[in-house]
């Protein structure tokens, strides 16, 4: 049930302004955060964008932390809503009450304004415990799958193991986490180490060939892993293509012309991998073509990963 801000009927000694603790969206951070403010005593409330209608700056099941202090990280918007959001999650902790709000089309509010034009409708939980969150975080440690699921009529969160669906089940609402993109980098030259560099930046888990080596790669490369393949042998590069191959990563791209990946596909043939295998291969690797120098090369491939990662989390969702 949607309710009115009660924000008027607090006093001037009550009133606290929201603050922003960190500039993040990241969901590994924003639970940390509130889990850790759980833990030693204060009390929080998590804001989950629910339901998008029209256009929207975040993905639902984007959220924000909110201590009773007033500091919060996380975003549901592109800025527009988080201050407002944060003073309705403060007023959800005086009150123990959980709710759900709208801002945009159709919202009390209208001098909040979304300016793509929609409307998103959020629900602000007060937590009970930490320990939903620090069983996500403790899978998501693992390099495991996990979940939220929030009732509202009970106003109750659990973790689960979720089906790669974030949105309604029934009553309920699912947010479903996957571990942090990790990026395996192997090649010891200029471009792997500008790619490396690049990648961190970027909040990727990196390993590069320094660190990975062949016999350990396995331990590596799952599910939520690009492999990148930097070297300029393709001698040099095969056992680590073949381990990449003989893993599950959402990504593996190899550097080289349009030639140089012929003489890597009939390589491969010849040690019996099948056509199906080989065309996971990204060659040449990137997003656009030729690019000359290394730090254009790290662009193009990480932006490339990026794209990747978003199409199996679409294709998850459509299974």
């Not at 009115?4 to 607090?10: A, P």
């Not at 929207?56 to 800025?79: I, K, N, P, T």
């Not at 998501?140 to 929030?150: D, F, S, V």
């Not at 990662?309 to 998850?316: A, F, T, Y």
Request: proline share 4%.
């Amino acid at each position: 049930m949607l309710q009115q801000s009660h924000l008027i009927e607090q006093t001037d000694d009550d009133w606290r302004t929201p603050e922003q603790a960190l500039l993040t969206d990241n969901s590994i951070e924003i639970l940390r955060f509130a889990a850790d403010a759980v833990t030693t005593g204060l009390a929080v409330a998590l804001v989950t964008l629910v339901d998008i209608r029209g256009g929207g700056a975040r993905a639902l099941g984007a959220q924000m932390a909110v201590r009773e202090d007033g500091l919060y990280c996380g975003f549901v918007s592109g800025g527009c809503v988080e201050a407002a959001a944060a003073y309705e999650a403060m007023e959800v902790i005086n009150s123990g009450n959980d709710r759900r709000i709208v801002y945009g089309k159709g919202s009390p509010w209208f001098d909040i304004v979304l300016p793509c034009g929609g409307s998103i409708m959020l629900s602000i939980h007060k937590l009970r415990s930490a320990r939903p969150l620090l069983a996500v975080l403790a899978a998501l440690e693992r390099r495991r799958p996990a979940g939220l699921r929030y009732n509202p009529q009970l106003q109750t969160l659990q973790c689960i193991v979720p089906d790669g669906k974030t949105g309604w089940s029934g009553e309920c609402f699912d947010v479903c986490y996957r571990p942090c993109t990790r990026v395996v980098i192997y090649g010891r030259s200029v471009e792997a180490e500008v790619t490396a560099k690049l990648a961190q930046a970027v909040g990727y888990d990196v390993c590069t060939s320094n660190s990975t080596a062949l016999r350990t790669a396995s331990a590596f490369i799952d599910s939520d892993t690009a492999v990148i393949l930097l070297y300029h042998d393709l001698n040099r590069e095969l056992p680590f293509l073949q381990a990449a191959l003989g893993a599950t990563p959402f990504y593996i791209g190899a550097l080289g012309s349009r030639q140089t990946h012929l003489e890597r596909v009939q390589k491969l043939a010849d040690l019996g991998w099948h056509g199906r295998d080989i065309e996971r291969i990204k060659a040449p690797i990137g997003i656009f073509p030729k690019a000359r120098d290394a730090h254009s090369l790290a662009l193009s491939v990480l932006a490339d990963v990026a794209a990747a990662r978003l199409s199996s989390i679409d294709k998850e969702k459509i299974s």
